[in-house]
């Protein structure tokens, strides 16, 4: 034996009884061992795993997305196209995937709607995709609005600057009620807000918490369309507006120049020609005005802040009530003027003459409609009031005897003759009752009173008689 195989067996030979003890078991496993055997833990177990030059997740996605949908990068726009351009409202991001592919990631969707962006964005054509009001949507670039007007006949949205003002505390405080609105303006705000709302640029939001629960208003999702707003986090902050207001407005004279010569990046060359006529606009406002000078004079109170200072809005606000004081003095006088002239005086004399006299009234005439001469009346055909009696019974008289000749030829007799008979039938019946009369007589019988009702009843019945004969 070499030294090495000496020098264990002097060491298994003074081990203790524990370690013997414990080198039986690593030699000899039980039966527990040998029914469960010791299986290695999972953080032992190495994970598969695939170096990244084999595996891109991405790529992994847009396999999976164009074998669902039979669609490819390039179709793929087509289609979000084909869907904003079918749209009357901005679509938004979740709706697009929504009919394309529920599950299509929001990444390749962002990736297609910038590349149709700078497509849009080149010079020949007149769109562009725009994010405005939470979703995308297709709008004519400012250059080319003049034909969109011309073939649509659309009325441009005009606000007034107190309209203005309004929307602005809304879209900053919503939501906002009439009272904060008022507070802040401090006049009545109500029809304003009602002309916002019927300009669909406000809405009701609900009701505020506070005693008699006001209604709250807030913008609408035209709002957003109507000033190219993707949502209202685009609105500026407060602070830049104030630092906005309080720049100098000669800076905006020479925007052509800092448009060529400054950040290129931040102005569309296709809005220059309306840089220019703003600018050509503002030049042209006269600096020495009443409106002018009064806020002149209230910079100079501001700077010496030993006067309460009013804003631009209360100065337009005196501005407008004095010029409407002015036009209604102007139409008072007049008015008073006029009823000097036109009233009626007092009548002292009542000798002078006949007052109130009533109009003549205009002669009638007959004009030609279709030489627009009047036309002159003919004597002959006048008929007086005699001329027109006799013409009546003259009409009546022929219109008897016709009826009398038709009649007549009807039943071969004449009522001529039908007449004769009817007076001798009258005369016999007066003679038998005369008779009868007599023969009464000679037995004490007074039959005198049937002369005369005899005769009446008769001619009633024989006027009856006659009618059932006819």
């Known amino acids: 034996m070499n030294d090495e195989t000496m020098n264990e067996t002097i060491e298994m030979e003074f081990l203790s009884t524990d370690d013997e003890m414990e080198l039986n078991l690593e030699l000899y496993p039980s039966e527990e061992d040998l029914e469960f055997p010791l299986t290695p833990s999972e953080d032992e177990v190495p994970a598969f795993q695939l170096e990244s030059e084999f595996y891109d997740p991405e790529k ?62 080149s010079k020949h054509h007149g769109l562009r995709l725009v994010e405005v009001a939470d979703g995308y949507q ?54 304003i807000v009602r002309a916002l ?63 060529h010569t400054g950040d290129k990046e931040k102005f569309n060359f296709d809005e220059i020609s309306e840089l220019d006529e703003l600018s050509e606009a503002i030049k042209l406002i006269s600096p020495d005005t009443q409106f002018t000078k009064s806020l002149q004079d209230e910079e100079k109170k501001r700077l010496d802040k030993s006067e309460g200072v009013k804003t631009a809005f209360d100065l337009l606000e005196e501005y407008l009530e004095k010029q409407m004081n002015e036009n209604q003095n102007k139409m008072a006088s007049i008015s008073e003027l006029f009823s000097a002239y036109t009233d009626p005086s007092v009548i002292t004399d009542l000798e002078a003459g006949p007052f109130n006299l009533p ?22 055909e006048l008929l007086s009031a005699e001329d027109l009696f006799e013409t009546e019974d003259r009409e009546e008289l022929e219109l008897s005897r016709a009826l009398d000749d038709a009649f007549s030829r009807l039943t071969g007799e004449k009522l001529d003759d039908e007449m004769e008979d009817l007076d001798q039938d009258m005369n016999d019946l007066e003679e038998l009752t005369d008779e009868m009369v007599t023969k009464a007589q000679d037995l004490d019988l007074d039959l005198s009173f049937m002369k005369q009702e005899n005769l009446s009843d008769f001619d009633l019945d024989s006027n009856d008689t006659f009618d059932k004969e006819s």
């Not at 039979?70 to 196209?81: D, P, Q, R, S, V």
């Not at 709002?223 to 800076?251: C, I, R, T």
């Open 138 to 191: 297709f709008r004519t670039k400012a250059t080319f609005s003049k034909y969109v007007q011309d073939l649509f006949k659309v009325n441009s949205l005009v606000l007034s600057p107190t309209a203005l003002e309004v929307l602005a505390i809304i879209a900053y405080r919503q939501p906002a009620a009439k009272t904060e609105v008022d507070k802040i303006r401090g006049v009545d705000s109500s029809h």
């Open 359 to 380: 109009e003549a009234e205009e002669e009638f005439e007959m004009i030609d409609l279709d030489t627009g001469e009047t036309v002159a009346d003919d004597e002959d």
């Open 60 to 121: 992994q996605e847009d396999h999976l997305w164009q074998a669902r949908t039979g669609l490819n990068k390039e179709t793929l726009c087509g289609a979000i196209e084909t869907i904003i351009f079918m749209s009357e409202k901005p679509v938004p991001l979740n709706k697009i995937r929504a009919v394309i592919d529920e599950d299509l990631p929001l990444r390749v969707v962002h990736e297609s709607l910038s590349r149709l962006q700078e497509e849009y964005e």
């Open 197 to 259: 709302m019927d300009k669909r640029l406000v809405k009701v939001v609900g009701r505020s918490d506070e005693v008699g629960r006001p209604v709250l208003y807030g913008t609408t999702p035209e709002f957003l369309e109507v000033f190219n707003l993707a949502n209202l986090g685009d609105l500026p902050p407060e602070h830049e507006l104030e630092s906005m207001s309080q720049q100098n407005v000669a800076k905006i004279s020479d925007i052509s120049t800092l448009v």
